[in-house]
């Protein structure tokens, strides 16, 4: 299996992707997730990830707090999109696993500096990932590769008209990350939003008949009256669980390796992906920017490994 840090900031998909995660040992080790601000603060994230490492019946996950705000701006959130806790929807019970006392940085920084080969996964605002490389950059040629949820090109904005949350939180993480040399795989918006939660694909995992699927269908169906009312889409984009597929089953996915610099200087257009898609630059490609999905492969992957959790 591929060593993984997951980066997060639940978020009912993030919720769903910690669960993928957590289901697939075979395929990915989590060495430990990282909770990111962004969504709703750090204080609620932490929370969060432990109360879905209890329901996948990983108690034993270690879970770490990182930054509670982004470098040099003021933290954005979305409880208009997520609900206060940052997972509304189905009824849940405090966590008691512990929080690791050690900081979400410190925990990156020292996992890669003492294992080879660690793949880190974000799925939130890049703060945590950015600070570790600022901080160490020692660590970056250690990374064996960076895939994360953020951007957009076709697709531009859901949170700004030129950007995507994650993006858009946090720009000079991003740029870090972006500029770090290191194997970057984008799934941006022009993925995510080909992966709606369609009413077969909600049934397909309500039908499981677990209490992970119940919570799974009960998270999913507050997620998706947002996007339902704002944009009469048929469900919601399952973002960041596509992030876990694509390490478990790269070939859901196809895309281009493109040069993607990111906006932190315009107010316009802060947090933008300017993702050269159709190699019109001269700048050198940094990032494989994925532009398709298999979006049935998808759904029938996520419900196979949440029925064994
Ligand atoms: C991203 O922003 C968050 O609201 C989601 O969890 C996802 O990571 C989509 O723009
Ligand atoms: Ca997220």
Redesign the pocket.
């Known amino acids: 299996p591929r060593k993984i840090i997951i980066d ?7 919720a769903v992707a910690i669960l993928l995660a957590l289901a697939s040992p075979e395929d990915v080790e989590v060495l430990g997730i990282t909770a990111a601000a ?2 709703v603060t750090v204080a609620k994230t932490s929370r969060n990830i432990r109360i879905v490492c209890e329901l996948a019946g990983k108690p034993e996950t270690k879970v770490y707090a990182g930054s509670d705000h982004p470098i040099g701006r003021p933290l954005v959130t ?1 409880e208009h ?2 609900g206060d806790t940052g997972i509304d929807g189905p009824e849940m019970v405090e966590p008691t696993m512990p929080l690791q006392e050690q900081n979400g940085v410190d925990f990156i920084i020292e996992t890669v500096r003492n294992t080879d080969d660690v793949t880190l996964c974000t ?2 605002p890049m703060t945590n990932v950015g600070l570790a490389f600022q901080k160490a950059p020692d660590i970056i040629p250690r990374v064996r590769e960076i895939v994360l ?2 951007g ?1 090109y076709f697709e531009v904005g ?2 700004t008209p030129a950007a ?4 858009y ?1 946090d720009p000079e993480a991003a740029e870090i990350v972006f500029k770090s040399g290191r194997p970057i795989t984008v799934m941006p ?1 022009d993925v ?1 939003h080909k992966a709606l939660t369609t009413p077969e694909h909600v049934a397909a995992i309500r039908n499981l008949g677990t209490k992970v699927g119940d919570m799974t269908a009960a998270w999913l169906d507050f997620f998706e009256r947002f996007d339902k009312d704002k944009y009469g889409t048929d469900g919601a ?1 399952l ?2 669980p596509c992030v876990i597929a694509y390490l478990i089953k790269p070939d859901l996915f196809k895309g281009r390796f493109i040069n993607v610099e990111i906006e932190t200087q315009s107010d316009l257009t802060r947090g933008m992906t300017v993702a050269d898609w159709w190699g019109v630059s001269d700048r050198a490609p940094n990032a494989m920017f994925m532009g398709d999905i298999d979006a049935d492969g998808f759904y029938r992957l996520l419900a196979e490994r949440l029925a064994r959790l």
């Open positions: 997060t900031d639940p978020g009912q998909d993030d962004g969504n979305a999109v997520h799925l939130g949820m953020g957009a859901n949170y995507e949350f994650n993006i939180v918006l995510t984009p973002h960041d």
